[in-house]
């Protein structure tokens, strides 16, 4: 492959592009948007992926959500229609008979699931928030972004102390957050009731149950505010890693039914949503993405390949004259053929540089109008240069393979003949 490293090659391939500037450009096209669209999609599925990150960071998603409803089923004695609770009580039951649970978080609410939200006020300002009774494990299923304070802790709860942590729309609605108030230690009244605020919350966009318009208390309190005994709203289960988490949810299920006399076949008994299944459909639609990425940007090189060996037959054809010339002061069929190879490689690489330049450029631009937008669930594009490598080798490797045609073509020139043509 001496033939590379002369001058006159170059300067061959220079002269040959450039009398087919238009020709070579449109040619260009095919590759270079192939790899545009590699590189473009790529970082896009990429972007998605690493947006859903960051709005479920801090967030169980191995978890299931249930709650009680009505029984729709006559069993054990009961009539249909019973309502159904969930209890305290269920908190030492389900870890116990089920292995594969790791923690589970209780809540009682006001204000959320259709429920009325209750009444704040503060210095005589009004409004109404949603109220969550919490234990402190609920952080760590959802974990808040606290920006004064602290949250609940089990000293709270084994108290029953009147602590709160608030949203930030609450905080800027009853102190002035334009002055950096600080909340830490200041009353705010509930139904009546004064709480010492311990925390400040900034909610995520798009992740978790909780807005900037909520608001948490101990759970212990709560059931004393509303007397609600030892009944529970809804459990936040989450099960250990390696767990089957629909497995879990009927397992759940069955012992609740079990404890309560609910039918095994009543499905309305107790309601979930099951956020682990939800999850693994988003991750496997975000992996479908990339893979299609790769698919088009792979065919799309190609076809841009195969343009090049369709314009390399009719320069070759164009250039048969002079490659008759070359053969008859003695250049050897490997030359021809290597040079010939040479012009595809290049038209080749240079076509997915620019098409890969190009795509980076748009990925910056992209993350620079995404960079502060957290409704959008989309972050940090970026690409996998290793994948990248990857399919710039084989976009040259298929230059070469399909650059062979034009190439034996020209081999097959015989000089004579190809002075005689005009």
Known sequence: MNIIFKIDTWQEIYHSL???????????????????????????????????????????????????QNTTIPYDGFAKGRKMNLHLSDLEMLPRKIQEIDYISPQNSRGNFGSPGESFSRNGKKATYTLTGDYPIGNKISQKKLIY??????????????????????????????????????LVNV???????IGVFRAK????????????????????????GDKVGFFAIVSKPDADLSI?????????????HVSPEDTNAFGSFNLGKEFKKLTGFLTGMQLLTIIVGTLTILAGVIAISNILLITVKERTKE???????????????NQILLESVVITLVSGLLGFIIGIFLLMVL???????DKFPFYNPTVNYL????????????????????????????????????
Do not use: C
């Open 149 to 186: 304070g602290r949250y609940i802790n089990d000293a709270d709860v084994t108290g029953s102390k009147n602590v709160i942590v608030i949203g930030e729309e609450i905080y800027k609605n009853f102190f002035d957050a334009k002055k950096n108030e600080n909340p830490l230690g200041k």
């Open 387 to 422: 994948e990248v490598f990857a399919a710039m080798s084989v976009m040259v490797i298929l230059g070469l393979i399909i650059g062979m045609i034009p190439a034996q073509r020209a081999v097959r020139i015989r000089p004579i003949e190809a002075l005689r043509s005009e």
């Open 205 to 228: 966009q798009g992740g978790g149950p909780e807005n900037d318009q909520s608001a948490y208390i101990p759970l212990s309190t709560f059931t004393k505010m509303y007397n609600d």
């Open 18 to 68: 450039r009398n087919n500037k238009l020709r070579t450009f449109l040619t260009m096209i095919g590759v270079g948007w192939g790899m545009f669209l590699f590189v473009a999609l790529l970082g896009a599925a990429k972007g998605m992926e690493n947006g859903f990150d960051k709005i479920f960071s801090g967030f169980a998603t191995n978890s299931i959500f249930l709650w009680a």
């Open 323 to 337: 490659i008759g010339i070359r053969r008859a002061l003695g250049a050897k069929p490997a030359e021809v053929r």
């Open 367 to 373: 993350n620079i109008l995404t960079k502060d937008q």
């Open 248 to 260: 879990v949810e009927e397992k759940v299920k069955s012992e609740l039914k079990q404890k309560y």
């Open 191 to 197: 139904k009546g009731i004064f709480f010492h605020v």
